[in-house]
T-cell receptor
């Protein structure tokens, strides 16, 4: 089956620093990857959609200058939380979709727990 | 219009019982309805999904019932086990799943 990995699985950083989270599709090429944020006991909220080789599309209310997304290859997308603050502490989950070919599925990574102190 | 309403928020069922989770939507353009299972500290995993041209789909102990006219769909878990204790999310998407709209989730606890 399609596997998506994330690194790191958890990270603690100090307020004001930047943190980079990687999302990789291990056994398929993903032209499109998605980044979600999930607060405790809440649902997943889509932050942005990234397409390989082009700029990410951000959902309304998500600061694109704060959450930098780079999708440099067909197997890797990165999310950088710049100048992190405690309110950015959350569970960040990526997903990836194989190239068009009949599947509607998105495959989710295991998530990255970010704690900003 | 873009919402998926999910109920109940939490559910406790005895082992062997059949928990039922319900979802409703408004946007008739939705054409893909997946259910996800999420364990604490993990990403969601696809359980089962259905398209609106089918009224029921079974995969193992999991069944989706779909009522297109009522714009409702539900998940049934047969012979539930303590290992099924997790949070379940219904979802919907349009035209290939580019944007998945998630319900708020149901925290299911199966008593041993």
């Amino acid at each position: 089956g399609a596997v998506v990995s994330q690194h790191p699985s958890w990270v603690i950083c100090k307020s004001g620093t930047s943190v980079k989270i990687e999302c990789r599709s291990l056994d398929f090429q993903a032209t499109t990857m998605f980044w979600y944020r999930q607060f405790p006991k809440q649902s997943l909220m889509l932050m942005a959609t990234s397409n390989e080789g082009s700029k990410a599309t951000y959902e309304q209310g998500v600061e694109k200058d704060k959450f930098l997304i780079n999708h440099a290859s067909l197997t890797l997308s990165t999310l950088t939380v710049t100048s992190a603050h405690p309110e950015d502490s959350s569970f960040y989950i990526c997903s990836a979709r194989p190239p068009a070919g009949g599947t509607y599925e998105q495959y989710f990574g295991p998530g990255t727990r970010l704690t900003v102190t | 219009q873009q919402q998926v309403k999910q109920s109940p928020q939490s559910l406790i069922v005895q082992k062997g019982g059949i928990p039922i989770i319900n979802c409703a939507y408004e946007n008739t353009a939705f054409d893909y309805f997946p259910w996800y299972q999420q364990f604490p500290g993990k990403g969601p995993a696809l359980l089962i999904a259905i398209r609106p041209d089918v009224s029921e789909k079974k995969e193992g102990r999991f069944t989706i019932s779909f009522n297109k006219s009522a714009k409702q769909f539900s998940l049934h878990i047969m012979d539930s086990q303590p290992g099924d204790s997790a949070t379940y999310f219904c979802a919907a998407s349009i035209g290939g799943g580019d944007k998945i709209i998630f319900g708020k989730g149901t925290r299911l606890h199966i008593l041993p």
